[in-house]
């Protein structure tokens, strides 16, 4: 069975740390990139951060200083390391290979996407 599956997420207090893995089952990363797209109730979805087969990274301005993305591609791993987290940081996290948001919205037809992990900071 093809899937992405996350994990990690869950319940902390503002300033506290999660880290979020994404990992394969049935098919590997290969040269893919592979990101994280976060969406709260009511807004979009957006790029969090994204990593490629190289190493190149990029993270989206609000997250700068404060999440790491990392990877293990010998065990198709990718991980989110997220610290000094705040309340507007909760969201449902996706783990996307070759994924895209297009106006606000996960288009989850395009790539590889997992089903979400949940990130509540109060």
């Known amino acids: 069975h093809v899937q992405l599956v996350e994990s990690g997420g869950g319940s902390v207090q503002a300033g506290g740390s999660l880290r979020l893995s994404c990992t394969t089952s049935?098919?590997?990363?290969?040269?893919?990139?592979v990101g994280w797209y976060h969406q709260a109730p009511g807004n979009d979805c957006q790029l969090v951060s994204y990593?490629?087969?190289?190493?190149?990274?990029y993270y989206k301005d609000s997250v700068k200083g404060r999440f790491t993305i990392s990877q293990d591609r010998a065990k198709n791993t990718v991980y989110l390391q997220m610290d000094s987290l705040k309340p507007e940081d909760t969201a449902v996290y996706y783990c996307?290979?070759?994924?895209?948001?297009?106006?606000?919205?996960?288009?989850?037809?395009?790539?590889?996407w997992g089903q979400g992990t949940q990130v509540t900071v109060s």
């Open positions: 990593i490629t087969s190289v190493g190149s990274t």
């Open positions: 049935g098919f590997s990363f290969g040269g893919s990139d």
């Open positions: 996307a290979v070759d994924g895209v948001a297009i106006a606000g919205t996960c288009m989850r037809d395009f790539g590889r």
